[in-house]
């Protein structure tokens, strides 16, 4: 006997997670099932919407007002604004106080690990005081173990770009990490806060940091400062030094990823669905342009699942969503999956124009995978995030933004038609 639900989510990123979110308020009855944990710990942590065009090289200011000049397969196109607003206000209720941005349509420049300066729509408030339109004097602070973030690098980078002056210290972090010098390591570190030569280990690191601060009026750390105690880390570390502490988002594995994650997987059970993880999808049944049933593996063995409506999230190239089998080919429902003219999976330039970047299902204006000829594969399955194509989300900066818009879009209408 199948297990039952009148929506069925597959795939557990940040479309998925919308997606059932989405669903949920709606008031249906929605479960999400995933092969494997979500690769947000992966990501910055940030949420971009739309930070670049590809004719362009300057930073998107307004991304709705970019979105006018994109093409008509882009998904936002398909969506609409009003979606992407939608999914934006979802969001932020979701995330309450931890994120920034919401109170305007322009993007943010956020200070990177990497000296860059990055447009994004929404960010975590631990960033918000390290913004690049800020110009306090600023002391960027690295750690002598984690080699991902070198002070000296960002604060020449930033120098030269943004408006305000910034200098660099590097200090030894209070405990040694000899094993595992990574940033859920110190973050680790800091949320239990044990005592090392006498005081804790925040009050130990703002000892480190004190006799650099000078006229600096905020301090910028690589983004490890906790991820269940992560106020209280820099609010301890503020005390202490007297100066505004933000953190800069740093590349996988990301404390602020981790946040994100926790954060949305709370809010998706909060609204009262079931989340499964570890449970792959292995084969499907279907009848008449609709699917009956899928089956998932459940510790070998092979669990149907029935639903009114199915949406599929479950990534691009990267994710595994979009596979490579000789043709591109969606992996679950093998979906119509349109060959770019150039196969090349290789270019000289890595932030090139690469043709697979834009592979995906094409959709119609209800989000339903589309076949050869034009019509629905299947009139119950809906697609979001990034198993679409016609879009590049990288060179874009728009993952985020379209993962967010198109699960809200694909789980709001999947709960309406089991509704009406």
Known sequence: MAIDQQVLVIGGGISGLTATLAAAREGV??????????????????????GSLPESDEPVVDPFAAMEDLPAEHPYSIVGESAVRSGLAMIDDALGGAYCGGHT????????????????????????PGLASDDRATLF??????????????????????????????????????????????????????????????????????????????????????????????A?????????????????????????????????EAAGARVETGRPVVDFDATRGSID???????????????????????GVAGGGITDDGRLCESIFDCHVAQPDDPTW????????????????????????????????????RAAGSVLGGFDPAAELSGSGVSIATGYAAGTAAAREVLA
């Not at 479960?31 to 710990?41: F, G, I, N, P, Y």
């Not at 100066?243 to 949305?264: D, I, K, Q």
């Not at 070998?300 to 599929?312: C, N, W």
């Not at 124009?353 to 119950?380: I, K, M, N």
């Open 29 to 50: 009855d929605v479960r999400l099932v995933s092969a494997a944990e979500t690769t947000l710990h992966h990501a910055s942590g940030l949420l971009d919407v739309l």
């Open 236 to 268: 301890t570390l503020e005390d202490r030094l007297d100066a505004t502490v933000f953190e800069v988002p740093m590349g996988p594995p990301s404390v602020l990823g981790r946040r994100l994650e926790r954060r949305l997987y709370a809010a998706v």
């Open 346 to 381: 290789a270019a000289a330039d890595p932030f090139g124009d690469h043709a697979f970047a834009r592979a995906g299902v094409t959709v119609d204006d209800r989000l339903r995978p589309l076949d050869r000829s034009g019509t629905p594969e299947y009139d119950t399955l």
């Open 293 to 315: 049933r899928v089956s998932v593996d459940r510790s070998g063995q092979r669990i149907p699942y029935a639903a009114d409506e199915v949406v599929l999230a479950t990534g």
């Open 105 to 128: 349509d322009r993007n943010a420049l956020v200070v990177t690990y990497g000296g860059e300066c990055k447009p994004t729509a929404r960010y975590p408030a631990s960033v918000a």
């Open 141 to 234: 602070v690295g750690f002598e173990r984690e080699t991902a973030f070198d002070a000296e690098t960002v604060a020449a980078s930033v120098t030269r770009s943004c408006a305000f002056d910034a200098r660099a210290a590097t200090v030894a972090f209070p405990v040694v990490v000899r094993d595992d010098p990574t940033a859920r390591r110190f973050a680790h570190l800091l949320d239990r806060n044990e005592r090392v030569e006498g005081r804790s280990i925040r009050a130990a690191l703002a000892d480190a940091i004190a006799p650099h601060v000078g006229d600096a009026e905020r301090i910028g750390l690589p983004a490890v400062l906790g991820i269940d105690e992560a106020a209280a880390v820099r």
